[in-house]
């Protein structure tokens, strides 16, 4: 039973939790956190959106990829720690909202910096890469906390934190410098490598962190949902497109419904993957699974863009066809469907040929859609055909994928 003083939030001990708490889930002030990426992931959607209309496909994804990479990285971090360390106190709330300024923060500075990228001049990342820092030293900030609190956490909290402030000046130093593209990519892919290899390198020389592996699953499960409400606006916006230029109409009918029908089958199929159970067992497969949903997250993201061009061909604003609008939506939906067979392929360290012939009637379904608007289709359509992607893979697990599921958990539950 709860006490005044466990129910006042005043300063008290940044320990490590029980890695096997029962009944953990996700607190309030994470949800309210989640919160901050549903606006970053939308300005991102919307940015690349806007240039891929254009026909720009190469500024738009490259510009898309570091967004979505600083949006996730940080989520990630950030939910790892909590999972560990989370004390509800004063400090650990204030450190979160200062997180969701920087989450803010970096959501302004999109725009600017995706232009800059289309330009080919330079990148004008100053207010993302501020954001992105501002999160970073709170993250700081908590791990100096728990390295002063936790005396078995210590060497672990500060390989973090010195780590992480190392990356932090390797950031802070394209504001100053103003880099050209070209080293600007450069510099971007080796600071993420960086930032990547962080975990690996605190975790294995100073020690596991306690995280709980259930609360984790569905910490990565809730963002999943978060990222596919972008798949949703984005029908939202293709069906108004359609009234706006047509008024209620079958086509209208069939882009709500296959716009609805691909983020349901999304859903359904990422959740078919029994990640807490395997990382219970198994948490040195945590790394894997943690690092390849940056995939995950992203192709959703992606997704939701593609149905936002989608919506400009239709009202005849894009300066794109028909044709590559639907692949802006296909392309995304084949990189999930591929992330997810190999992430869970890498999870469960087994290789179930079913899959394999699931991952290719879900590919042709893509493919299918595609053909058919190149032929005289509508994009609504093609977006229908291609909610059926996931709907292969869907049929294919509840009539016999399930069993070919719980004998693999089986064998690594062993």
Do not use: K
């Not at 993250?139 to 973090?160: F, K």
């Not at 230029?245 to 691909?262: I, Y």
């Amino acid at each position: 039973m709860s006490t005044p003083e466990t129910r006042a939030h005043r300063a008290r001990r940044m320990t490590s939790r029980d890695p096997e708490e029962p009944h953990r889930t996700s607190t309030p002030l994470e949800l309210l956190f989640d919160l901050t990426l549903v606006v970053a992931f939308s300005q991102a959607g919307t940015q690349m959106a806007r240039l891929l209309e254009l026909g720009h496909f190469g500024p738009a994804i490259g510009a898309f990829t570091f967004s979505v990479f600083a949006i996730c990285w940080a989520w990630i971090n950030y939910s790892w720690l909590a999972s560990a360390f989370d004390n509800d106190d004063v400090f650990f709330r204030v450190a979160t909202m200062v997180q969701m300024i920087g989450v803010l923060i970096l959501a302004l500075g999109l725009p600017q910096m995706f232009s800059s990228v289309d330009e080919g001049a330079h990148v004008d990342n100053s207010v993302v890469v501020a954001g992105y820092v501002v999160m970073r030293v709170a993250m700081i900030a908590l791990w100096l906390r728990i390295a002063r609190h936790d005396e078995s956490q210590r060497r672990n909290a500060l390989t973090y934190a010195l780590l992480m402030a190392i990356a932090q000046v390797g950031c802070i130093s394209q504001i100053f410098l103003d880099p050209s593209l070209a080293v600007s990519t450069g510099v971007f892919v080796a600071l993420a490598v960086f930032e990547m290899l962080i975990p690996i390198i605190a975790e294995l020389r100073g020690g596991r962190s306690p995280w709980h592996p259930h609360h984790i699953a569905e910490r990565y499960g809730l963002l999943v949902i978060i990222t596919l409400g972008e798949v949703v606006l984005g029908t939202i916006l293709a069906v108004s497109a359609v009234v706006e230029a047509q008024g209620w109409s079958v086509e209208a009918g069939l882009v709500a419904f296959g716009g609805t029908a691909l983020a349901f089958g999304l859903w359904w199929v990422y959740f078919t993957m029994p990640s807490a159970e395997v990382l219970e067992h198994h948490r040195e497969r945590g790394f894997v699974w943690g690092y390849g949903h940056l995939v995950i997250f992203g192709s959703l993201a992606a997704t939701g863009a593609g149905l936002h061009v989608a919506a400009t061909v239709i009202s005849h604003e894009a300066h794109i066809s028909a044709t590559a609008a639907i692949l802006t939506v296909g392309i995304p939906v084949a990189i999930f469907l591929t992330g997810l067979f190999t992430l869970y392929s890498l999870l469960m360290r087994e290789l179930d040929p079913l899959h394999l012939l699931l991952f290719v009637g879900s590919v042709l379904a893509l493919a299918a859609s595609v053909i058919a608007v190149a032929a005289g289709a509508t994009v609504g359509v093609g977006i229908v055909i291609a909610a059926c992607a996931p709907l292969v893979v869907i049929v294919g697990y509840e009539t016999v994928g399930h069993r070919h599921q719980a004998d693999a958990l089986a064998r690594a539950l062993r």
